[in-house]
């Protein structure tokens, strides 16, 4: 049987565990989108969003989907927020441009590392980290150093279980308008399908490609997805919706 086959057999088998789950960053784009895919799937028999202000859902199928609101400054205080959970996925992250050089490194490394340490202590079993293509810690520049610096001091916290996911360039439409990804998107819409695949990744592929990943067997204690692996895990089941 190979692994598309597998994939119904997998998530059934997941189901019946009645597994929680915690989000980390569900009003970004990714987060937006797993949240949906986990809904759709019916994956968990809890799931949790973490963050700094509680998000309005107008459809029925997120009535059932708890929200814990915490200070990112203070998160020491709201550690009950990240106890009881199996499975957790970060997707928390700005930029530089919209919160400089200091709140960039504050949010996508401190906040992430510190979230992790609480989930490990409340019994996170496995936790899942959405960093970026090119992530290293001895990097130049500063995204990726900081993406690398994060994915090495969140394997020191010894999950049972630890998914690093690298995508490259995030196609999708934000709601908050970013000019230069406009030109991203519209620069790799132009490349042909093994180029654009190779740099860049559909949001909604990254979000499959996590929950695909999260119900096969895990047979290392950490594990980094590269671009290509979320292409190929996020697309190797063609019975989901598009």
């Not at 107008?58 to 990112?72: G, M």
């Not at 439409?173 to 490349?191: A, I, N």
């Not at 499959?208 to 594990?223: F, H, I, T, Y």
Request: glycine share 8%; aromatic share 8%; hydrophobic share 40%.
């Amino acid at each position: 049987m190979t692994e598309t086959q597998a994939l119904p057999k997998l998530r059934e088998d997941f189901r019946m565990q009645n597994k929680s789950v915690f989000i980390l960053g569900a009003s970004g784009e990714i987060g937006k989108v797993l949240l949906k895919e986990i809904l759709e799937q019916n994956l968990f028999s809890k799931v949790t969003l973490i963050g700094r202000r509680k998000l309005t859902f107008e459809e029925e199928a997120y009535k059932n989907v708890n929200q814990e609101v915490v200070d990112f400054e203070k998160l020491d205080d709201y550690a009950s927020a990240f106890q009881g959970h199996d499975v957790g996925f970060c997707c928390l992250g700005t930029t530089r441009a919209k919160v400089g050089a200091e709140g960039f490194v504050r949010v996508d490394r401190d906040y992430v590392l510190k979230s992790a340490e609480l989930a490990k202590t409340g019994g996170c079993k496995h936790f899942n980290l959405v960093s970026s293509k090119g992530a290293d810690k001895s990097s130049n520049f500063l995204y990726l150093q900081v993406k690398g610096e994060t994915e090495a001091r969140i394997e020191e916290l010894k999950f049972d279980r630890y998914s690093v996911f690298r995508p490259g360039a995030l196609l999708c439409d934000r709601q908050e308008s970013r000019p230069g990804e406009w030109l991203v998107r519209k620069f790799f819409g132009s490349l042909p399908n093994s180029w654009a695949s190779g740099l860049s990744v559909p949001v909604v592929t990254v979000a499959r490609a996590m929950l695909n990943n999260m119900v096969r067997p895990g047979s290392e204690q950490m594990e980094v997805l590269e671009n290509k692996d979320i292409h190929a895990l996020g697309k190797a089941d063609g019975s989901l919706k598009p």
